[in-house]
């Protein structure tokens, strides 16, 4: 690879490194050891193509600095956890904005497939879902209750069920990573199928508002942070796919690192969707503007700490780089 194209490809990487260790004290150690990593194998690898150049310069003294840093900075902070949530997974994952874009594109794709197919063929809702829960949905809707199915079973039973099959979920979703990006492409598109047909359902039903009243107020969290989950094994998945400068190996494990950090901080959320569903759900009499309340709670939530957090929280860092570097 010639220098210029290298330095093109890594420049955007080594900046935000460099500003990492400009920040002091707001950064993460984990975080500059992670980048530091990163920062050595360019190094190296600079080190026997580009011998005496300006690129190789910058990124030993660059080494140097981050090397200090994290040797300063080894002490772990009490707050570690509170910290993770609040600051260090938003700042991480502005990074993978686009990875999820590609997430949520693939889902809905898939979800408008499932719905063209639940209405042109009304044997696929039964093949996707199975006969026991379709006849026990037209049961309901028989009854005047379209969403009666998630009134089974205790308050904290279905809770806890709901909760752990919901994480399941999301792990499956990332550890398919493991076989490239292929494999959660897969996962993704197979609920989304799956999504587009039950709802559909509804639809051809006639009961689409009573059904989707319900449906989102667990669903919209659920459904989000499965294409969250997603984003996690794709990031995997590109790790194998796209080494980059790194090794397969190498990148492998950054990214493997990488997409489980965001599958740890989809469980506060995942846990949230099981109580709606396993506490408030049930409740499908509820008048329709708390239930449209909940749902754009919910909504506002996912975006604002996945979306729009993470771009706020940078953007002040940035502000507090210039800051600290425009002092004498």
């Not at 772990?76 to 938003?90: A, G």
């Not at 506060?268 to 309340?293: C, D, K, Q, V």
Request: charged share 15%; with cysteine.
């Amino acid at each position: 690879m010639r220098e210029a194209a290298f330095v093109r490809q890594n420049k955007e990487k080594w900046i935000a490194f460099e500003k990492a260790i400009a920040l002091g004290r707001n950064t993460n150690p984990d975080e500059l050891a992670n980048g530091y990593i990163q920062l050595t194998n360019d190094l190296a690898y600079a080190q026997t193509y580009y011998a005496e150049s300006k690129t190789l310069l910058y990124l030993n003294e660059l080494a140097a600095q981050a090397h200090q840093k994290i040797y300063k900075n080894k002490k772990e902070n009490r707050n570690r956890i509170v910290d993770f949530w609040r600051t260090e997974f938003p700042l991480f994952f502005r990074q993978y904005h686009k990875t999820m874009g590609i997430a949520f594109l693939i889902f809905i794709v898939a979800s408008a497939i499932g719905a063209l197919s639940a209405l042109n063929d009304p044997t696929f809702v039964r093949l996707i879902l199975g006969d026991a829960y379709v006849n026990e949905t037209l049961n309901n809707i028989a009854n005047g209750d379209p969403a009666a199915i998630y009134k089974g079973g205790s308050e904290i039973g279905s809770f806890l069920g709901i909760t752990i099959n919901n994480i399941r979920v999301a792990f499956l979703a990332f550890s398919f990573g493991v076989i490239t990006s292929i494999g959660t492409a897969y996962i993704l598109f197979s609920n989304g199928v799956m999504l587009g047909a039950f709802i559909t359902f509804f639809y051809t039903k006639g009961v689409f508002f009573e059904a989707n009243k319900q449906i989102w107020l667990h669903g919209t969290i659920e459904i989000s942070v499965i294409i969250i989950a997603g984003c996690a094994g794709l990031i995997m998945g590109n790790s194998i796919l796209f080494p980059k400068t790194y090794s397969r190996r190498i990148s492998f494990m950054k990214g493997a690192k990488d997409g489980l950090k965001v599958v740890v901080s989809t469980i506060p959320f995942f846990i949230l969707a099981g109580f709606i569903e396993g506490f408030i759900t049930r409740y499908t009499n509820m008048p329709n503007w708390l239930a449209i309340l909940i749902i754009a709670a919910s909504l506002f939530l996912i975006v604002f700490y996945y979306l729009a957090y993470p771009i706020i929280l940078n953007k002040k860092y940035e502000r507090q780089l210039h800051t600290t570097a425009g002092k004498p």
